[in-house]
């Protein structure tokens, strides 16, 4: 799922090409697409877009006379930029937004529909949409704090919680988690004051850093292949790689349609985690440490 560095990119990238023109025609392909009836998309149509901004996860294309398209991307959504009219891609399209120098095409990869578009007036009317998360880019230690410590959640569930964190989700939680050296199964009560402030500079150092790493890969052209996956990350994504800081293997735990992904030597003194499914089937063998999971998984180890 895109999160806040990718639609940040976004905005920036839609701004440059759509800010300032008039949006003249919007295709909705999916009937599933759009989840508001009132006003009517086609009060969308030939008004100027005054401005691109996100909100949360969604993106939101502000247009003249107070109305706002805001899309939100889930899981397999993704933009493309177009040329005038530019047809929907195949199996993948859900929607056109045409504009007369080019078209911002809206697209979801597998079978499943999630990506949702919504059409509001004013500004309580985007408000509605908004989870209420705080901006981790824009508020300092106490505030990030005082939400973080609101409710008793692990660290995980907490930092992707769009009502407690605005923009973070499974990948740069994950970032965040290791850069700050932290469980992610730590309960969020049980942290020191010196902890959760290194964690608040955790979190503005890895959004901020890929933020502008994914605004220099894009160097200037619209962002393509945004991916929840990147080589340069430390640990999402990386299960059985070397941890960048220490070498140990990233270690994984899966759960429904998520991953945790975490260095074990780094952020849990050693001790790995228990996924849920595989230590329920493999009960005294599940290994204690990333000591025994390495000696297990070398040539000639114990099994």
Not at 11 to 33: H, K, M, N, W, Y
Not at 125 to 149: K, Q
Not at 164 to 192: C, K
Request: net charge positive.
């Amino acid at each position: 799922m895109p999160e806040l560095p990718d639609l940040v990119v976004y905005c920036e990238a839609i701004q440059r090409r759509a800010g300032g023109r008039d949006l003249t025609r919007i295709r909705v392909r999916s009937p599933f697409l759009l989840r508001s009836v009132r006003p009517p998309l086609s009060q969308a149509e030939g008004r100027a877009v005054v401005g691109v901004r996100r909100v949360g996860k969604r993106v939101v294309l502000c247009l003249e006379g107070e109305l706002f398209l805001a899309i939100h991307l889930m899981i397999a959504g993704r933009f493309r930029w177009g040329p005038q009219a530019a047809k929907l891609p195949g199996r993948v399209g859900l929607a056109a937004f045409d504009f007369d120098h080019g078209t911002l095409l809206l697209t979801e990869a597998g079978s499943r529909r999630r990506a949702a578009m919504h059409l509001v007036e004013g500004e309580d009317g985007l408000a509605s949409l908004d989870r209420g998360g705080i901006e981790v880019l824009e508020c300092d230690a106490e505030a990030f704090r005082t939400r973080l410590t609101a409710e008793n959640h692990t660290l995980k569930r907490s930092l992707i919680d769009p009502r407690l964190f605005s923009g973070i989700g499974n990948a740069y939680s994950d970032e965040i988690l290791h850069r700050a050296r932290l469980s992610p199964m730590r309960w969020t009560t049980r942290l020191s004051r010196e902890q959760t402030d290194e964690l608040h500079r955790a979190a503005v150092a890895v959004l901020s850093e890929w933020t502008d790493r994914l605004r220099i890969q894009a160097g200037g052209r619209f962002p393509t292949g945004v991916t929840a996956f990147h080589d340069e990350m430390a640990v999402h994504g990386r299960y059985r790689k070397p941890c960048p800081a220490c070498g140990a293997p990233v270690q994984r735990i899966v759960y429904a349609e998520n991953e945790c992904n975490y260095c074990a030597r780094c952020q849990t003194g050693g001790r790995l985690l228990a996924d849920r499914a595989l230590s329920r089937l493999l009960k005294a063998d599940w290994p204690r440490t990333a000591e025994e999971l390495e000696e297990r998984l070398s040539p000639g180890g114990p099994r």
